[in-house]
């Protein structure tokens, strides 16, 4: 089982390094406008949603006036799996989520 969580910005290239200096940390994601990946190996359960959400927490102003609006944004799991694939998220979770009118994206794939 492989899996990564990613914080992910649909930016210009221009206005990536300043999410970066505003999210205080740097785009290590391939293939997308503004990726920050989660490193997570071997490490059991990870509150993926509340880390990134401590990120993103007081800067919402900073981005939107460098064009970055909240729909722009979005949580992203993505999970190999064989056999089943069963994730869960609580309530909780999901209430911080949208609340901060954040997306959250799941991409399962059989390994």
């Known amino acids: 089982m492989k899996y990564y969580f990613s914080l992910r910005i649909d930016s210009k290239p221009e206005q990536n390094d300043e999410i970066s ?14 990726g920050y990946k989660l490193n997570v190996e071997n490490q059991g359960y990870v509150n993926f949603i509340d880390i ?4 993103l927490n007081g800067n919402y102003d900073a981005l939107e ?22 994730l869960e998220f609580s309530p909780l979770e ?8 954040i997306t959250l994206c799941i991409s399962c794939y059989e390994g």
């Open 52 to 55: 990134f959400l401590k990120v």
């Open 21 to 34: 200096n505003i999210l205080g940390v740097k785009s290590n994601l391939e293939n997308v406008p503004w």
């Open 65 to 86: 006036k460098i064009g970055v609006e909240r729909d722009d944004i979005s949580i992203w799991v993505i999970y190999e799996y064989e056999g089943q694939c069963n």
């Open 94 to 101: 999901m209430k911080n989520l949208g609340e901060n009118g």
